[in-house]
């Protein structure tokens, strides 16, 4: 007769018709029926009432060609599944490297140092930020102090609290696609609003690798 194996590879011989049946050790004891330490509320094992026995189980039987073409089988899951995660992240770091500024360096680095997946919101994050300078790299413009005309949209307003009150960061864009900062309590743009904007020029920023322009004196002269 051919010789059988349970999953794990142990030889038994069939004496049920399920496979392999045996009666297993209590899982609270482990066959014990009791524990020196349980002494205070009474030695003996309440689980098996100190027999020591547990359930009867079975274990389905394999030949040596079924266990080895289930661990064919398991292994290949194991590789599709392995191929599958490595080509998630070679995409998610490939475009992280394509990010530049000191957030993205770090949050590249520490995610290559945990040598995990990414989680959805990390490349949700990451995708974001791709779309967002896909749309358009920000550049630099005009010289400090030059007064401008400019049409903005303001994609976010941040409130800015500080001793001396609270005041506004605008965060633009030009039709251009660059990015135009003004920072303070002139009468200014709403968040989700386009309009033409008379300005100064303030100063030259990058933040995050992104080129921004500082406005400052900004006057709304045509809300769009
Ligand atoms: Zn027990």
Redesign the pocket.
Known sequence: MTQLFTRAGTARTANCTGGYSYTSK?T??GGA?GRPEWNHSGYV?F??GGS?VGKVKVDKLYTAEQNAKLDATAAKRAEASTAKTNAINAEFVAKLQGLDGDFWVGFRESFLARAKAPTERQIALVDAEVAKRAKAPSQHFGYIGDKVTLTLTCERELRLESQFGTSWMSICRDAAGNVVIYKGNADFLRQGDTGEVKATIKEHAVYNGVAQTMIMRPKVTQAA
């Open positions: 209590c609270r004891c029926g094992c689980l098996c020591g």
